[in-house]
Nanobody, 123 residues
C-alpha cells in the first residue's frame, strides 16, 4: 500500500523547536493538498495545518498559529512542519496526509497517510 513517511519527532523542552518531515518514494507530494494532523493521548485526531498544491492556501489551527509553519519542497518531494515555541499541550503523535481529490482543501479525500511520529514536549 502506498504510504507516506514522517520523521523528525522526539523529546523537546517547552519553548524548543522541532522540524517534522514527510516524504514518499512512491507518491508525488505536490499535486494535491497536504496536511499535518496530530493525536494526543486520549483525544481525537485533529488537523494542525494544511497547504494547497500551489502553496497559496494555508490553514493553521488557532492553537498553533504564529508558532508552526508548513512548507513543501517539490524538488525534495517533501513537506515540512516547522514547530517553534513548543508547549506541553503540543505533545502528540503527528501524522502527515495527502488528498487524492482536492488541490486546495484537506477536507476531501485524505487517502494517503503516514504512520506517525511522536512529539513529546516536557521538562
Amino acid at each position: 500500500q502506498l504510504q507516506l513517511v514522517e520523521s523528525g519527532g522526539g523529546l523537546v523542552q517547552p519553548g524548543g523547536s522541532l522540524k517534522l518531515s514527510c516524504t514518499s518514494s512512491e507518491i508525488s507530494l505536490y499535486y494535491y493538498a497536504f496536511g499535518w494532523y496530530r493525536q494526543a493521548p486520549g483525544k481525537e485526531r485533529e488537523e494542525v495545518s494544511c497547504i494547497s498544491s500551489d502553496r497559496q492556501i494555508i490553514y493553521y489551527r488557532d492553537s498553533v498559529k504564529s508558532r508552526f509553519t508548513i512548507s513543501r519542497d517539490m524538488a525534495e518531494n517533501t513537506v515540512y512542519l516547522q514547530m517553534n515555541s513548543l508547549k506541553p499541550e503540543d505533545t502528540a503523535v503527528y501524522y502527515c496526509a495527502q488528498s487524492t481529490l482536492s488541490r486546495e482543501s484537506c477536507n476531501y479525500g485524505m487517502d494517503f497517510w503516514g504512520k506517525g511520529t511522536l512529539v513529546t514536549v516536557s521538562l
